[in-house]
């Protein structure tokens, strides 16, 4: 595994500092600054670095770390000022998260909302398109919201070819439209001429489990801070305030959460919107699996059969609170999710929290289980 790998796949534990180049060493020092949420130091570190020669491979990753770090600061501007070149697929992504038009209001500081049903185990609330009330899953896993053709013909949203076609967790490509959602009001938030991804309904029926209606995804969650009360079946949203909190949150176009487990720190896919937490191969050398096992899978445009490893017991830590998952599952490929620079070794679905709260602040990149 070269060093580019070691960085992508997180792997610290083998990484020897002394055998890197001089440019290296302060790429993994910027990258482990990222991954403890010192966005700061790690934007310091990556403009100084572009300035100077680096081979190909290297400047790639410098710009794909400062890119994550100004689109979730809403910092779009910049990226042109900077310089930093967008391949067409990024550019068109780009476009959605920085449309001029979409606005965001606070209505008030704070609202809670009952958990509505859906496919068990997801965290569900009601909110309003274009004046008709809809159930959407809030889906940390989602990069942009998504609603299903039939809302979207039932709320009026105009649908267009979307440019991209994004892939699901089997890297498979399915088609999507575009919409605008004219008035978007999910809890303490009105949002106006909101971009979103329409569905065909078929893409979110997963047959005998359940269906969805869409989701809230991370763009819209990363703004607030949400409590998600699975045991009394509440959600709460609030205006975030800056706190002193460990921070162990981050975002890589796909939010990761700082945990440990049997000894090591590792960052994990934190997905609201799967109901149970599934390992990546990665991760087998840290396990003794128990059994071999086909589990159906549901993903965004098709189910497959997996072959998969049980793992009896996964321990592992969140800020401080323990966590133990039983009969997690760990897939014998690679999670085929890279969503910019880093890939996933695991993700952490809403199983983590059973019968606790989850409380995700990403503006104060903390994420907490009580």
């Known amino acids: ?20 180049s001089p440019h290296e060493k302060r790429l993994y020092t910027a990258a482990q600054a990222f991954l403890h949420q010192d966005e700061r130091a790690t934007e310091k570190i990556l403009r100084a670095l572009r300035k100077e020669a680096l081979s190909e ?11 994550s770090i100004l689109v979730w600061q809403d910092r779009f501007s910049e990226l042109s000022d900077l310089g930093i070149p967008t391949d067409e697929e990024e550019a068109k992504i780009l476009s959605h998260y920085a449309n001029p038009e979409t606005t965001y209001e606070i209505i008030s500081p704070l609202t809670e909302a009952p958990m509505a049903d859906a496919i068990v185990g997801l965290p569900c609330m009601q909110v309003i398109i274009n004046g008709f009330p809809v159930n959407l899953v809030i889906d940390t896993g989602a990069m942009l919201t998504t609603v299903s053709k039939s809302v979207a013909d039932r709320c009026g949203i105009e649908t267009t070819v979307f440019s991209v076609r994004p892939k699901n967790a089997f890297n498979e490509e399915f088609e999507v439209d575009h919409g605008t959602i004219a008035e978007f009001v999910v809890g303490n938030q009105r949002i106006c001429n909101k971009d979103c991804m329409v569905l065909a309904d078929a893409l979110i029926d997963f047959g005998g489990i359940g269906s969805i209606d869409g989701t809230i995804g991370w763009e819209v969650i990363k703004r607030m801070k949400w409590s998600l009360d699975y045991r009394a079946r509440r959600i709460q949203i609030e205006q975030s305030v800056k706190t002193e909190t460990k921070k162990n949150l981050s975002c890589d176009f796909f939010p990761l959460v700082r945990i440990e487990s049997n000894g090591f720190e590792i960052m994990a896919g934190l997905d609201t919107g799967a109901n149970q937490s599934l390992l990546g191969s990665v991760m087998k050398p840290l396990f003794a699996p128990t059994q071999k096992t086909i589990q159906r899978l549901a993903v965004a445009g098709n189910m497959r059969d997996a072959s998969l490893d049980l793992i009896e017991r996964f321990e592992l830590s969140i800020g401080g609170q323990n966590i133990t998952l039983r009969g997690i599952h760990l897939r014998e ?24 709260t989850l409380v995700i602040d990403y503006p104060n990149r903390h994420l907490e289980i009580k």
């Open 1 to 20: 595994m070269d060093f580019l790998d070691k960085i992508s796949w997180l792997t610290w534990e083998d990484f020897d500092p002394s055998a890197t």
């Open 57 to 67: 491979e290297m400047e790639e990753a410098v710009e794909a770390l400062l890119f």
């Open 333 to 356: 490929d690679e999670i085929p999710i890279r969503p910019h620079l880093f890939q996933l070794p695991c993700l952490i679905g809403s199983d983590i929290a059973e019968g606790k």
